[in-house]
Structures are given as C-alpha cells and as structure tokens.
C-alpha cells in the first residue's frame, strides 16, 4: 500500500526545474532533463497522492518525457510541448474552462482583441481531443474537428504573439495528444 510522499525531496527534482528556466529551447538541456526525470520514474510508480500541484506538475513531465524517449522521437518541439501539456493539465484539475465551446474563445479574441483567448480556446480543443473524447461529442461535431480547430487556433494565436509553444503545438497536435493519452493510461 502506498502513501503520501514528498515530492520535493527527490534528487532529481532540479531536472523539472531546468525545464521551465528553458525559453528559446536547446535539444541537448531538453534531452538532458528529460533523461533525470526518466531516472525519477521509479520513484514515482508507487506513488498513490501527490502533495501539491507543482508535484503533480513534476510527475506529468516526467511521465510525458519518458514516452518521448521510449518512442524515440526526440525533438525539440516535443520536449517543450510536453512540459506546456503538464502544465495544461495541472490547470485543468485547478480552474475549469470558462467554456467547452471552442467557437466562444474565437468570439472573444475578436471581440475583445485577445489572443489569450485564442490559446484558451486551443487548450480545450486539446483537451476535448486528447483527454475528454465523450465531451466532444455533446455537439455536432467529430473529433477531428476538434483538432482542427485547436490547430488553428494555436497557430493564430503564435501569429499575434510570437510564442514559439504554440507554434510547436499547433505542428504536433495529434502526436502530443496521442503522447497525453498514453500517459494517463499509466495511471489506472
């Protein structure tokens, strides 16, 4: 039977840290992290309750960044999708969307001249895609449509801001998504 662990004390916990401190993104500091927290994975398995959401943060990474290696597609755009995806999903256990309606966060970019609301409407389009099929069937719409959307709204998003991850996410949707999916079948 498992317990209730620090987090924090695991040695390897600076590896998640040089994950965030990464802005332009160098390959090899990506590979190099996500190698230390595929060597934490072990420590993580018996792990039952996470502490805080920043542990719960640190345990996304690692699990994302041990598909990425085991599948052998290391690239840069996947290592800093994978830590924007851990994030994603951290918040989504936090704050729930303002709306599951993808067309809405379109609405109010243009309305109120927020690309922030682009990058919102793109996260639930990811999640619906990635996390929460049965939701995107509430509307007349496939799943692939979601996808779609959540492309397009990544990529104008990247077009108003400039930030490379959505770039990144915009090109690797199904592959990250496909990476989300199989990281939380290891949690049954």
Same mark, same amino acid.
């Given at each position: 039977?498992?317990?209730?662990?620090?987090?924090?004390?695991?040695?390897?916990?600076?590896? /998640?840290?040089?994950?965030?401190?990464?802005?332009?993104?160098?390959?090899?500091?990506?590979?190099?992290?996500? =190698?230390?927290?595929?060597?934490?994975?072990?420590?993580?398995?018996?792990?039952?309750?996470?502490?805080?959401?920043?542990?719960? #943060?640190?345990?996304?990474? =690692?699990?994302?960044?041990?598909?990425?290696?085991? =599948?052998?597609?290391?690239?840069?755009?996947?290592?800093?999708? /994978?830590?924007?995806?851990?994030?994603?999903?951290?918040?989504?256990? /936090?704050?729930?969307?303002?709306?599951?309606?993808?067309?809405?966060?379109?609405?109010?970019?243009?309305?109120?001249? #927020?690309?922030?609301?682009?990058?919102?409407?793109?996260?639930?389009?990811?999640?619906?895609?990635?996390?929460?099929?049965?939701?995107?069937?509430?509307?007349?719409?496939?799943?692939?449509?979601?996808?779609?959307?959540?492309?397009?709204?990544?990529?104008?998003?990247?077009?108003? =801001?400039?930030?490379?991850?959505?770039?990144?996410? /915009?090109?690797?949707? #199904?592959?990250?998504?496909?990476?989300?999916?199989?990281?939380?079948?290891?949690? #049954?």
């Amino acid at each position: 039977m498992s317990g209730v662990i620090n987090l924090s004390t695991f040695k390897n916990r600076q590896a /998640s840290l040089r994950i965030e401190k990464i802005q332009g993104g160098d390959l090899t500091e990506l590979l190099k992290t996500a =190698t230390d927290l595929r060597n934490c994975i072990e420590k993580f398995k018996k792990t039952i309750e996470v502490m805080d959401f920043k542990g719960l #943060k640190r345990v996304f990474e =690692t699990r994302l960044a041990n598909i990425i290696l085991e =599948t052998k597609k290391i690239e840069l755009d996947l290592f800093l999708c /994978s830590s924007y995806i851990a994030a994603l999903l951290v918040e989504i256990g /936090s704050s729930v969307p303002e709306s599951w309606f993808a067309v809405d966060y379109f609405i109010k970019a243009e309305a109120e001249n #927020k690309p922030e609301a682009l990058k919102q409407g793109a996260n639930v389009c990811f999640l619906i895609y990635a996390v929460f099929p049965p939701r995107g069937q509430i509307r007349c719409m496939k799943l692939e449509d979601y996808k779609a959307l959540g492309q397009a709204m990544y990529y104008g998003y990247y077009g108003q =801001t400039g930030t490379l991850v959505a770039y990144f996410m /915009s090109q690797q949707f #199904k592959p990250m998504a496909e990476i989300t999916r199989e990281c939380l079948r290891g949690f #049954k």
